[in-house]
């Protein structure tokens, strides 16, 4: 379990046995990585001006501001419920790491003035990673 206790406070479950790997973007707070190689992170960073939420991931999280992979595809992207009723978005997103096809599944809200996202990069595993993606819930 992950808990954040600073505003906006939050947690989230993650699979037994992943490791901490080094931060990587501006507004990560964790990095870790699954053993089966999954990557995910958790960010909060201020709300992009002139974003709705159901744009985040679309027109900003998708455009790809660090310039690491810049030919996201957006799959899906609907609106949820998390557990704890906040308003959110599960977005699925594909795209190309130096020619290899990755999935991300990112679930993004909009709390406290910040926006919270946890994204979770893998290449086989689409399945299980979006479960601990969703598990997002404020304090």
């Given at each position: 379990l992950f808990t954040r206790e600073a505003s906006p406070a939050f947690k989230f479950k993650y699979p037994i046995g992943c490791k901490k790997i080094p931060i990587r973007y501006p507004g990560q707070i964790m990095r870790m990585k699954t053993s089966d190689d999954v990557i995910f992170?958790?960010?909060?960073?201020?709300?992009?001006e002139g974003i709705k939420l159901e744009d985040?991931?679309?027109?900003?999280?998708?455009?790809?501001?660090?310039?690491v992979a810049p030919n996201f595809k957006?799959?899906?992207?609907?609106?949820?419920?998390?557990k704890c009723g906040t308003k959110a978005y599960q977005t699925k997103l594909t795209y190309l790491w130096y020619n290899?096809?990755?999935?991300?599944?990112?679930?993004?809200?909009?709390?406290?003035?910040?926006?919270?996202?946890i994204a979770a990069h893998t290449w086989?595993?689409?399945i299980e990673v979006e479960p601990f993606v969703k598990s997002l819930t404020f304090e």
């Open positions: 992170a958790a960010s909060v960073i201020d709300i992009p985040f991931a679309p027109k900003y999280y998708a455009q790809d501001p660090t310039g957006v799959v899906s992207n609907i609106e949820i419920a998390l290899f096809p990755v999935t991300t599944f990112l679930v993004s809200a909009y709390k406290d003035g910040k926006c919270i996202f086989t595993y689409l």
